[in-house]
């Protein structure tokens, strides 16, 4: 009993030092900050909080409302929001009660497919969301990119009550002022998830659909740099008591008090000029990368990209599998991933997706990446030399926590 007691906070150990010993550029990861760790992991998480502030199912919450109504407070001034719900476990769970106060069962959703940068939670099959409503898929164009034109195609001849915007690996760009005009005109519902870009939209970098769609849901630990979780945002009043109660009964029982006193230091980084910079440098990083790679001779979907992330093509190059594991063997994490209209498996997928919101948080800048791209590329031709010592070598000299 003891030795495995030791066994397992050996094994938190290790992950740390291997957090430490690794360049993370998978898209959907970044690095909370202490404050916001230590605050995750306080005393309060042993109060039952099930309800809203001066309204829960449990005596004794006081502090704990004043703690969720500042966490509240502190995320509508985040994404100018009228209404905010920070109690989703996750992003997925954010996704499920949005979904639930916009449309009936059964009724049809417009959703990106899953291969082309769309999310499980959108509308994939073996997903609630795939199993309890009607799902009609659009694509990107043969381009790569999201066209109006064929977007309002899909939706004159289908006719959804919800279209789903914002997705896992898109790079491109949403236009919402033109699609809020046609759901207004068409009468749908417009649902986006900002999870991945939701940071970058925080600080003014990209545009922010709060007041041209009916929800907007995000997940708090991508470029929101936040504790791992999800939060339900809206400007539409018609909303705010149906999102609600599809999180509380409709989703869950109790928040997690501790996560959500995470969620408000983090938030509270985010309304600091700091963080603003923070997000300038992960545009930065991601646009130099991509054309390191570009200039390398490789193929990404499109060749800009407009947030922190891209995809790259390893379409008759080498295996998307095996290259993944290769890289984690050197210390690089990346994830295989689809590319839009992808035939190839689910476990086998035809390129790779990098996200720069670690590296940024580890203070890369624009030669540092510039650099880490050559490595990957450096591995991908079989040059492979000193790359993992030089990975080393970086981390070092870019610690996470120091
Ligand atoms: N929505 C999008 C667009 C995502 O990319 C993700 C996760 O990567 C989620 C929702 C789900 O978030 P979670 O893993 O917290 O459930």
């Not at 909080?49 to 829960?56: A, F, H, K």
């Not at 639930?100 to 497919?113: G, P, Y």
């Not at 990368?289 to 407009?306: A, D, E, H, P, Q």
């Not at 030669?367 to 880490?372: A, K, N, P």
């Amino acid at each position: 009993m003891h030795f495995s007691l030791i066994k397992f906070l050996n094994f938190l150990k290790l992950d740390l030092i291997k957090q430490e010993n690794s360049l993370n550029l998978i898209a959907s990861e970044n690095y909370s900050s202490l404050t916001s760790i230590i605050y995750s992991s306080s005393y309060i998480v042993n109060k039952y909080t099930e309800g809203y502030p001066l309204n829960r199912y449990y005596s004794g919450c006081k502090f704990f409302d004043f703690i969720e109504n500042k966490t509240i407070f502190e995320s509508q001034t985040l994404f100018n929001s009228l209404f905010s719900n920070v109690q989703p476990h996750s992003g997925a769970q954010a996704n499920s009660a949005a979904i639930q106060s916009l449309i009936n069962l059964k009724d049809k959703i417009l959703s990106l497919d899953l291969k082309s940068g769309g999310h499980l939670t959108h509308g994939f099959s073996k997903n609630f969301s795939g199993k309890c409503y009607n799902i009609v898929n659009y694509l990107l164009d043969k381009n790569n990119f999201l066209s109006n034109k064929n977007l309002e195609l899909i939706i004159k001849n289908e006719k959804p009550r919800l279209l789903i915007l914002g997705y896992s690996s898109y790079q491109g760009i949403i236009d919402w002022e033109y699609l809020r005009k046609l759901s207004l005109k068409n009468n749908f519902l417009i649902l986006s998830d900002i999870s991945h870009i939701s940071g970058l939209i925080s600080s003014g970098l990209i545009f922010n659909p709060i007041n041209f769609s009916d929800i907007v849901t995000s997940t708090t630990h991508k470029t929101l740099r936040g504790i791992k979780g999800g939060i339900i945002l809206s400007n539409n009043k018609k909303y705010f008591k149906k999102i609600n109660s599809s999180v509380f009964p409709g989703q869950q029982g109790g928040c997690i008090p501790n996560f959500i006193s995470g969620k408000f230091f983090s938030f509270k980084e985010c309304n600091n000029f700091n963080f603003i910079n923070y997000t300038k440098q992960i545009l930065i990083n991601s646009k130099i990368m991509l054309k390191t790679f570009i200039f390398r001779g490789y193929n990404s979907i499109l060749n800009f990209t407009n947030n922190h992330m891209f995809l790259i093509s390893l379409k008759k190059i080498t295996n998307s599998i095996y290259f993944e594991k290769y890289l984690e063997k050197i210390g690089i994490l990346v994830n295989k991933n689809f590319l839009p209209n992808d035939d190839s498996s689910s476990i086998n997928p035809s390129g790779f997706r990098i996200g720069l919101s670690c590296l940024t948080t580890r203070k890369f800048k624009n030669d540092d990446v510039e650099l880490v791209a050559n490595y990957i590329c450096d591995v991908i031709e079989k040059k492979i030399n000193f790359v993992k010592i030089n990975v080393r070598i970086l981390c070092k000299i870019f610690p996470i926590y120091k």
